[in-house]
């Protein structure tokens, strides 16, 4: 089943006819599967971890690619 869900504010409105999301004013998007990251959830984490990966420690100044996932993959519960 394909659903809207809304990029700005994460909501996920499933299958609406209308274009913008009646929460805050945004386009929708389409998408079938998991949710993604809304942008200012990504960006407080990011922020939160003072932009280093948890892991081991590398930085984006340091010219590490910085990815924001699960520690426990979504599929494995």
């Given at each position: ?64 690619t910085l990815e924001i996932d699960h520690i426990v993959p979504v599929?494995?519960?």
């Open positions: 089943m394909m659903e809207k869900y809304c990029t700005s504010c994460g909501r996920v409105l499933g299958d609406v006819d209308f274009p913008r999301c009646p929460y805050c004013g945004e386009q929708l998007s389409e998408r079938e599967g998991k949710q993604p990251i809304p942008d200012r959830v990504r960006h407080e984490v990011f922020k939160r971890d003072g932009y280093r990966c948890r892991e081991c420690g590398a930085s984006r100044d340091e010219g590490a599929a494995n519960g």
